[in-house]
């Protein structure tokens, strides 16, 4: 399940309760687009601001709704008490895969964070996927941690951040972890303006924010990379150019919730406070690029 | 309560529980050392990774212990909320003040976090200590929005990080923000090795980490600073250099859990995984730091 373009929706709420029924309509539109797989409750699913209970209602939610696409949920967590606890649950609502960022209050250190990796992945029957995420988690895997985890039993896949380290090139970064890796690892790209160039270097799955909203967008720029298109997917990304725009300025997520209400996919304001949707002048400029995904 | 030192304990604890008895035993030694004010479930006290009906309890045990010595706590938490309801709590248990950091995962902004402090001080009736923890939040203050929460009711303090941000002189910036702050909002200071200093510059409390588990000597610095006589705070303080050595390079909580464990007031691995107390070498350099803190 670890190739082509992994879709990750939104969880749509608001202070008292969970947009359930927004939230079925997110990902209706994903299996009707046939994505490859499906990431509820990732960064982008707000899974950090949700209980352990609410997660895995909704991904329950999810697995009934997905007719058989795959579906992969976050089971991050400050504790490593409470990732156990998530990866149980997932596993019993019929989670396909598990993802796992370094989630952390007080900064943590390589070793204690090669232990939860290693303690987790000794207790689980499906596949992991290891979640880099330096902005939400200010973790940094070095890459000697990262061959270290793949090493592991279960670990199916890395989800890399791409542009980062900003101090060297991440297409070279990614290349020197593909020839690293164990081949039964799929490395993966999420920051969607890095996805065109990172598929044509070698990742083989795209970790989709856009792809859970515009799911056939975000389809076309991941099979014509995979499959050696690399320039028409990079002109394909090209034209989003504006998006990615907007999500370097504002924060994808508070950008795909803003669109998601203009669509009427979702009640405005349906991010977890203290985090708010996008207002004023900008939604104008949401409003033109969703016109230009949806005419690309 | 404002002013002097206010102590900020651990709270120990395990993959199965809470270790309320040498939580209680800390707090007695703060207690019998006549602290000026007690934070329970600070950053040091782990709230970030307590349950909010965990972090109810033990406030309340921690009012009853404290023979009518102040008890702030923190009511920090991803979502404003769960941030409300932890205010709520807090003051049904008798917290004298409330402590709140703009804890994030999504990286906020400057709006979300004003709008956050409004909403939390709008609601209470007790005084609100806005916390500066870059460390943990990788929120930063600009000086104009901290002069605008000073202005919010009910905020009555700001624990500032002393050394921080390594752009300017921290003095300066203190010295700074006194001028401009109302009389009745006070400027207290974290991180410890900048606490004298910092104190001798203007700063009316230190919030401290030592002072959680080595009272006599955090009070008698603050005192020393806070009466002008910053020369005997300075060289009181610069005893403890290989202590601020230790902090530094292991971060202050899992050196204090790991010295707490050693004197016997917790047990060993006293905080909650994936965070690790400190074993092999570096133990001797704590018990050489703890022989020497006890003598001074």
Redesign the interface.
């Known amino acids: 399940m670890f190739t082509g373009m992994s879709a990750f929706p939104l969880t749509p709420l608001n202070?008292s309760k969970i947009d359930e029924h927004a939230y079925l309509k997110i990902i209706t539109r994903l299996v009707d687009a046939k994505v490859d797989s499906i990431c509820v409750q990732g960064?982008t699913g707000s899974y950090?601001?949700l209980t352990l209970k609410e997660r895995a209602h909704l991904l329950r939610l999810a697995v009934e709704e997905a007719n058989g696409i795959p579906v992969m949920t976050s089971i991050g967590a400050?504790?490593?008490?409470d990732v156990l606890i998530a990866a149980e649950n997932a596993q019993k609502m019929g989670a396909s895969a598990l993802l796992l960022a370094?989630?952390s209050?007080?900064?943590?250190?390589l070793?204690?964070?090669f232990?939860?990796y290693e303690?987790v992945a000794g207790e689980i029957s499906v596949p992991l996927c290891i979640y880099e995420s330096p902005?939400?988690t200010?973790f940094d895997f070095s890459p000697s941690l990262l061959l270290n985890l793949a090493r592991l039993p279960n670990v199916a896949s890395i989800k890399l951040l791409g542009g980062y380290p900003e101090s060297e090139n991440y297409l070279n970064r990614i290349t020197n972890l593909k020839n690293a890796l164990p081949t039964h690892v799929s490395l993966g790209i999420s920051g969607d303006v890095f996805a065109a160039p990172s598929l044509s270097a070698g990742c083989q799955i795209w970790y989709s924010v856009i792809g859970g909203l515009f799911p056939r967008v975000a389809m076309k720029i991941a099979h014509l990379a995979i499959t050696g298109k690399g320039d028409e997917a990079a002109q394909q990304s090209a034209k989003l150019a504006p998006l990615w725009a907007l999500f370097r300025q504002y924060?994808s997520?508070r950008v795909v919730a803003s669109a998601a209400a203009m669509l009427g996919l979702a009640e405005n304001g349906c991010l977890?406070?203290?985090?708010?949707t996008l207002h004023g002048d900008v939604c104008k400029e949401i409003s033109d690029v969703i016109e230009s995904v949806q005419l690309s």
Chains 1, 2 share one sequence.
Do not use: I, N
């Open positions: 202070e960064s950090a601001y400050l504790r490593t008490r370094p989630v209050y007080q900064k943590l250190t070793d204690e964070v232990s939860l303690t902005g939400t200010h924060g997520l977890p406070l203290p985090l708010k």
